[in-house]
C-alpha cells in the first residue's frame, strides 16, 4: 500500500524517527504527501477547486506547498519540510530527498511544461532554488542552498549560487540514501585555489629569473 510505503520510507530514512505511527501520526512531510496524493487524484479527474482545496489546507497545516498537478513518484522524503514549493508541472521521479526551504519553481515565463523534472534517487539539499523545465538525472545532488537554472546530468553534484557540477559518478551510493549535505565541494573555493597555484607558479619563475639574471 502506498501511504504504508510512504511512512516505512521515511523511517528508514530519519534516525529520528523510531517507528511508522510515529512517522503517520508526527510526521509533516508525510502529512503533506498523503494529502498530496489526493489532490493529485482530484486534479486529474478535474476536480480542480477541490484538489486545490485539499492542497491549501495541507499547506496550512504543515507549511509544505504542493500544487495539486505536481507529478511525484514512489518514497518521496520531505524531511522537516517547512518552506518547500513544489509547482504545478513539477514531476519528481521515485526515492528522492527534499529538504526544507527548498523551491521547484518556474521563471515566470514559461508556458505549459514550466517547472523541473526531477530523476530518481536524488537529493535536494535545503534551500535549493531549482527553475524552470529543466531536467536533473537520476541520482544527482543539488548542495543546499544552489540555484540550478540548466540541466543536471545524472550522477552529478552541483553546488553555487549558479550551481556547477563538483562531482560526477563518484559516489557509490545514491545521493538520497547518502544524505551527505556537507562533503560536497565548493566551486568557488576550487576556482580560488586553481588561481592561487598559477600565482605561485609565476611567483616561482618570476623570483628564478631574478636570481639568473643576477648570475649573469
Do not use: W
Amino acid at each position: 500500500m502506498g501511504i504504508i510505503r510512504d511512512a516505512r520510507n521515511i523511517t528508514k530514512k530519519d534516525p529520528a524517527a523510531r517507528n511508522i505511527l510515529e512517522v503517520m501520526l508526527l510526521y509533516q512531510g508525510f502529512h503533506a504527501l498523503f494529502m498530496h496524493r489526493i489532490a493529485h487524484c482530484l486534479y486529474k479527474h478535474r476536480f480542480l477547486f477541490l484538489a486545490r482545496l485539499i492542497s491549501q489546507i495541507s499547506r496550512f497545516f504543515t507549511g509544505i506547498e504542493i500544487h495539486p498537478g505536481a507529478k511525484i513518484g514512489e518514497s518521496l522524503f520531505i524531511d522537516h519540510g517547512m518552506g518547500v514549493v513544489i509547482g504545478e508541472t513539477a514531476e519528481i521521479g521515485d526515492n528522492c530527498t527534499i529538504y526544507h526551504s527548498v523551491t521547484l519553481g518556474g521563471t515566470g515565463k514559461d508556458t505549459g511544461k514550466r517547472h523541473p523534472t526531477i530523476g530518481s534517487n536524488v537529493l535536494i539539499g535545503a534551500g535549493a532554488v531549482i527553475l524552470g523545465p529543466l531536467k536533473v538525472g537520476d541520482n544527482a545532488m543539488i548542495g543546499g542552498g544552489s540555484v540550478v537554472v540548466c540541466d543536471v546530468e545524472p550522477n552529478t553534484t552541483v553546488t553555487g549560487s549558479k550551481a556547477r557540477p563538483v562531482r560526477r559518478n563518484g559516489m557509490r551510493l545514491a545521493p538520497s540514501e547518502e544524505l551527505d549535505q556537507i562533503h560536497t565541494p565548493d566551486p568557488v573555493c576550487q576556482e580560488m585555489e586553481k588561481i592561487q597555484k598559477r600565482l605561485e607558479i609565476i611567483e616561482a619563475m618570476l623570483n628564478a629569473g631574478k636570481k639568473n639574471n643576477g648570475e649573469a
